[in-house]
C-alpha cells in the first residue's frame, strides 16, 4: 500500500536515460500506520528506472529531492525525544511525546520501531501531530494521544529536517501502559523497618507466570531496577531486588510490576506501594498488649505502643508483612506519648512478631524499633497436651519443682504460660521418650512468686507462632516463708507492708488468748456481784 502526500505544490519529473524524482516543498505526508520503510530509505534516496517501494517510502517522509539535493543522515546531532508525564503511563491516560533537535529544525517526524518494522507514526493513525513544524523556530515539536492503550506503547525515535538534511535517529524512548494484568505483591525481607545504613531485599512475587519483574522508586522515571522472574517452592513467580544502603531521606517508597518477554512494555498493574522505615537512634518505644501475649480465634486484641519522647506519629510493623500499619499519635497520659493499634477479633494471621516506631511528621526518619512482641494465637493445632507437676501441686518455699507438659502428638516446641504474667511464656524443645513427646520445666528453688495457674502448648517450627489447644490448668500452691530462701539483706521488717510470712495461726492464738481473758473477768465480775447480794442478808440475822 502506498503513501499519499498533500503538497502545497508538487512536481514529480521523469527524466529521460534516469529516472529522478523532484518534489517542491513543504510537502506533508499522510501515511497509514503500519506503512513498511526500507533502512535505505531512512538515508537517502536511490536512483532507479521506475517508481519503486523506495520511491513510495521518500513520499511519506515528505522531502525536497531534486538532482541538486540529497540527503545525508547521521551528519546533524540526533535529537532528544521523551514523554510527558512520564515513559510509564496507566492505561487510557494522556501522554505527550516531544522531541528536540537542533535550532534549524524545520520540521519533526516520528518512528515507531516493532521488531524489524519501522513505522512513521503521522496523521490518520493512532497518533497526531499537534504541529508539523517546531512550536518555536529550531525549537520542539510534541505528538499526543488522547488514550495510552496497548497498541500505543512501544519503542519510539525521532528525528527533524534541517537546510542540510535529516537527522540521525534519536535515542529511543521506551513507552509503557500499565494496568494489562493483575497486579503483583511487593514485600520487604525481613521487616519493612531498616535501620539508616542497611540494607533490605524487596520480593515482587505474583502467581501469574510474568517473564520479568520492575521496581519502581516513587519520584524517579526511571526503573530502579529489572529481573528475571524466578519460580518459587510456593509455585508463585518472583524476584529479589536489593537495596541499599538506606538513609533517612528521602522517603523510599516502591511500587513493582510483571510483564511477558513477547510484550515488554505492556505492564501489569502497579502493586500496593511499600515504603521502608528509615529508624535511627532515637529513644525506642515499648510495645504491649493488656490481653498477654497468648489469645484465642475471636478474643479482642490491641497493641500499645508508648513513648516518653514526644512523637506525634507511630508505625506497627509485623515480620514479614508487607507493609506497616500506621497511625497518628496522641498523648495517654501526662509525660507520654503513644497509639492503640486495635487488630480487631484475633485470626490466626494475627499471629507474629510486631515491633512499633515512633517519628516526627516533620521528618523522615523514625525511631529505633521497640523491643519485639510475639502474639500466639491458641487453638490452632489439633491436640491438647497434658501438664504434670512434681513432688506436686502444693510445695513448701525453698523445694525443687518440675513442671512436665507432654503429648502423644509430634511437637517441636512446648510452651508454658502462667496465668496473668505479662512476659512472655517459657518455652522447651519437645525430647521424644517412651512414645511421647515432652518437656520439663524447672523452678528451683521455688518461692510464692511462682504460685499462680499454669498452662502448657504445643507448636510448630513451621508456625511458632500457632498454638495447640491449652492443657488443663495447674494451680502450683506454695507455702512457708520466703526468708529461708532469700539473702538476709532482703528481708522485711515485721510487720511491714512487705513481710512475705503468714501470721494466721498467730493471730487465731492471740484471739483465743483475748477471749479466754474476757471470759475469765466476766467470771470474776459476776462472782464479786453475787457475794455483795450475800452479805446483807447475813447480817440481818
Request: aromatic share 6%; charged share 15%.
Amino acid at each position: 500500500m502506498g503513501c499519499s502526500p498533500s503538497c502545497e505544490a508538487a512536481d514529480v519529473t521523469t527524466h529521460t536515460g534516469r529516472t529522478g524524482l523532484r518534489l517542491v516543498t513543504p510537502c506533508v505526508s499522510v501515511c497509514p500506520v503500519g506503512t513498511e520503510v526500507p533502512a535505505s530509505a531512512l538515508l537517502e534516496p536511490e536512483r532507479g528506472d521506475a517508481m519503486t517501494p523506495t520511491l513510495t517510502a521518500l513520499l511519506c517522509l515528505g522531502l525536497s529531492v531534486g538532482p541538486r539535493t540529497r540527503v545525508h543522515a547521521g551528519t546533524l546531532p540526533k535529537p532528544t525525544i521523551w514523554a510527558e508525564p512520564s515513559s510509564v503511563i496507566p492505561w487510557w491516560t494522556s501522554v505527550t511525546i516531544w522531541c528536540q533537535g537542533s535550532l534549524e529544525a524545520r520540521e519533526y517526524r516520528l518512528l515507531k520501531n516493532e521488531g524489524n518494522l519501522w513505522t512513521w507514526v503521522t496523521q490518520g493513525g493512532l497518533w497526531t501531530w499537534v504541529a508539523q513544524k517546531p512550536l518555536e523556530p529550531g525549537d520542539k515539536a510534541n505528538l499526543s494521544t488522547t488514550y495510552m492503550t496497548d497498541r500505543s506503547a512501544g519503542r519510539y525515535h525521532c528525528r527533524y529536517l534541517s537546510p542540510t538534511g535529516w537527522s540521525e535517529l534519536s535515542d529511543p524512548l521506551e513507552l509503557v501502559v500499565t494496568g494489562s494484568h493483575g497486579k503483583p505483591q511487593l514485600s520487604a525481607l525481613p521487616s519493612p523497618v531498616v535501620a539508616s545504613g542497611g540494607n533490605v531485599t524487596l520480593q515482587c512475587a505474583s502467581r501469574l507466570g510474568f517473564d520479568r519483574f520492575v521496581l519502581m522508586k516513587e519520584g524517579e522515571r526511571q526503573p530502579s531496577s529489572t529481573l528475571d522472574s524466578q519460580r518459587a517452592p510456593s509455585g508463585q513467580f518472583q524476584a529479589l531486588f536489593p537495596v541499599g544502603p538506606v538513609t533517612p531521606s528521602p522517603r523510599w517508597t516502591f511500587r513493582c510490576h510483571g510483564y511477558y518477554n513477547n510484550a515488554p512494555q505492556v505492564w501489569s498493574y502497579p502493586s500496593d506501594p511499600l515504603e521502608l522505615l528509615v529508624s535511627g537512634m532515637s529513644g525506642k518505644p515499648s510495645l504491649l498488649t493488656l490481653q498477654g501475649p497468648v489469645v484465642t480465634s475471636g478474643q479482642s486484641l490491641t497493641l500499645q505502643c508508648r513513648s516518653d519522647v514526644g512523637y506525634d506519629r507511630f508505625a506497627l510493623s509485623k515480620e514479614g508483612a508487607r507493609d506497616p500499619l500506621w497511625l497518628l499519635g496522641r498523648q495517654p497520659q501526662a509525660g507520654l506519648s503513644g497509639a492503640d493499634f486495635a487488630l480487631g477479633p484475633v485470626r490466626p494471621s494475627h499471629g507474629g512478631r510486631y515491633t512499633c516506631s515512633g517519628g516526627h511528621s516533620l521528618s523522615s526518619e523514625w525511631s529505633a524499633p521497640s523491643n519485639p512482641l510475639d502474639i500466639l494465637v491458641a487453638g490452632q493445632l489439633p491436640y491438647t497436651p497434658s501438664l504434670s507437676v512434681q513432688p506436686g501441686p502444693m510445695v513448701t518455699s525453698g523445694e525443687n519443682v518440675t513442671l512436665r507438659c507432654q503429648s502423644r502428638s509430634a511437637v517441636d516446641t512446648f510452651l508454658l504460660s502462667k496465668e496473668g504474667a505479662a512476659g512472655p511464656p517459657l518455652r522447651l524443645r519437645s525430647k521424644a521418650r517412651a512414645g511421647q513427646h515432652q518437656a520439663k520445666f524447672s523452678m528451683h528453688p521455688v518461692t510464692s512468686a511462682h504460685r499462680g495457674t499454669y498452662r502448657c502448648y504445643g507448636s510448630s517450627s513451621t508456625s511458632p507462632h500457632l498454638l495447640s489447644q491449652p492443657s488443663d490448668p495447674l494451680e502450683l500452691r506454695v507455702s512457708g516463708t520466703a526468708d529461708t530462701v532469700s539473702p538476709p539483706q532482703n528481708k522485711s521488717a515485721p510487720g511491714s507492708a512487705s513481710d512475705p510470712r503468714d501470721y494466721t495461726v498467730e493471730n487465731v492464738i492471740r484471739m483465743g488468748v483475748a477471749a479466754f481473758i474476757l471470759v475469765a473477768l466476766g467470771i470474776l465480775l459476776l462472782e464479786a456481784r453475787h457475794s455483795q447480794t450475800r452479805t446483807p442478808g447475813a447480817a440481818s440475822s
